[in-house]
């Protein structure tokens, strides 16, 4: 992941603490609209029904490609923690 | 491999609990080291007297810290959240399970039992309801085993969880390998997790396992049926067993210490050595991070988890000097250090040494004869 952004001023009056957390429930909303719209088109040209979905179990394969959009999920959501503590740390702020 | 009386995870469930570990692998790989950094930055050195102290609330005073303290602990409540729904909505066919398994063990009950004070002043790990809570079934170990897994990340043996377990018997191997033991006794064997692998390794022997949980202990028992293991299980307090003086050959421990009180720890050492028969061996075995050799960092990693996961005597288990504790309970040859962790115990396979290969890959442990 690229180093935090220079100069990134503060919004008057907000806490920091809520600019983080805007950041995060707007990435959040983006990753759930394309999950949705891809069960979606899933849905639309499978027909696959919930008690298909319960019995699949992924191969190591389907896996290791699942722990990957997971793994990308958590970094993308969380990154404003991230480049908030690097900033503090590397003075930055 | 796993066991009948794990509970199991529906598709959104098992992605749920995978989502934790994921999240929880994350933050302390990718930020982490920046809480790090800025805990070196706000570092009064080495001449103040109040080091960890001063540094701790420094990092609080800065957002980004309170911002990281708090999505961690968040992960942790996210994680029992997951697990405990996932336990209620198959509650009914985990109580039919725990009912039909063979019957080997027992399990006795102490209805006057007396919650220890550290125990009932916080749950420990966020676990809701603590490792005491009475659901008069085995929710509350189902609850425990399954989040006690993915809380150790699939990095101490997976859903088995019985790496701690295995580093006793391979620490038998190593330091006492002509002891046979015919009693075993566990101080704080949660759902048995440890107590299994020691039971099968040693199948001639009586095994006995106590804590404080009702709920955890149906859930052990049925756990150890199912795995073909015989153990009986009691309620009791570390400190202060129902068992006779000289009554075990090998009485030990696996993480409890950290889970206890700084009082509590010489009060747990003293009934190990009690508990013994001339020529018994206690084990103690801790995690391997040990406080006089920690960075700062190390130690305000303790306070976090003091602070925010309920690890009530973390400073207390690892600043323990126990070879003089034990010695002062009346232990002999003790030996301290370093058990690399093992999956698969090997008689002359050794690997008990003065150096830590970091957490997962080896565990504290301190034991002694009687």
Redesign the interface.
């Given at each position: 992941m690229a180093e935090p952004v220079h100069r990134r001023l503060d919004v008057p009056s907000q806490t920091s603490g809520e600019d983080r957390l805007l950041g995060m429930v707007a990435a959040l909303t983006s990753e759930l609209a394309v999950l949705r719209e891809r069960l979606d088109t899933v849905e639309r040209l499978s027909g696959i029904d919930a008690a298909a979905i319960e019995a699949f179990t992924p191969d190591a394969e389907a896996q290791a490609e699942r722990d990957a959009l997971r793994l990308g999920l958590i970094a993308k959501i969380f990154r404003p923690l991230k480049d908030a503590l690097a900033r503090s740390a590397g003075g930055n702020r | 491999m796993s066991h009948a009386m794990l509970p199991k995870a529906?598709?959104d469930e098992l992605?749920e609990q995978?989502?934790v570990r994921?999240?929880k692998v994350?933050?302390a790989d990718?930020?982490e080291p920046?809480?790090r950094?800025?805990a070196?930055?706000l570092d009064p050195g080495a001449s103040s007297n109040a080091r960890t102290e001063t540094t701790y609330e420094r990092l609080h005073e800065?957002?980004?810290?309170?911002?990281?303290a708090s999505?961690r602990r968040a992960s942790q409540e996210l994680m029992w959240d997951a697990v405990d729904r996932s336990v209620a909505r198959q509650r009914n066919a985990l109580e039919t399970t725990a009912a039909a398994a063979p019957q080997l063990g027992s399990l006795m009950l102490d209805p006057n039992f007396v919650l220890p004070p550290y125990l009932a002043e916080g749950d420990v790990h966020l676990m809701p309801g603590g490792y005491h809570v009475e659901d008069d079934g085995v929710g509350q170990g189902a609850v425990m085993d399954r989040g006690g897994a993915v809380y150790m990340l699939g990095k101490n043996g997976g859903f088995l969880n019985d790496g701690r377990g295995k580093t006793i018997v391979q620490h038998l191997f190593a330091c006492y390998p002509d002891f046979q033991p015919n009693r075993i006794l566990e101080l704080g064997c949660g759902i048995g997790a440890s107590l299994v692998p020691v039971a099968a390794a040693f199948p001639e022997a009586e095994v006995h396992g106590i804590d404080v949980g009702a709920s955890m202990l149906r859930y052990a028992l049925a756990r150890a049926r199912h795995l073909g293991v015989a153990i009986d299980f009691a309620q009791g307090d570390a400190e202060r067993t129902r068992y006779e003086n000289a009554s075990f050959d090998l009485v030990f421990s696996a993480t409890l210490m950290h889970e206890t009180s700084a009082s509590a720890i010489g009060r747990v050492l003293a009934e190990s050595r009690r508990l013994l028969r001339p020529g018994g061996v206690a084990i103690h075995l801790e995690v391997p991070q040990r406080y006089e050799t920690m960075d700062l960092w190390g130690k305000i990693r303790g306070k976090i988890e003091a602070d925010y996961n309920n690890e009530p005597a973390w400073a207390a288990a690892i600043g323990t000097d126990y070879a003089v504790a034990m010695r002062s309970v009346g232990f002999a040859d003790v030996v301290v250090g370093y058990q690399d962790a093992c999956f698969a115990p090997k008689r002359d396979a050794g690997g008990f040494s003065d150096d830590s290969k970091g957490v997962f890959r080896s565990w504290f442990v301190a034991s002694g004869r009687a």
């Open positions: - | 529906s598709h992605t995978l989502f994921d999240l994350w933050l990718q930020v920046q809480a950094a800025l070196d930055k800065d957002a980004a810290f309170r911002d990281w999505v």
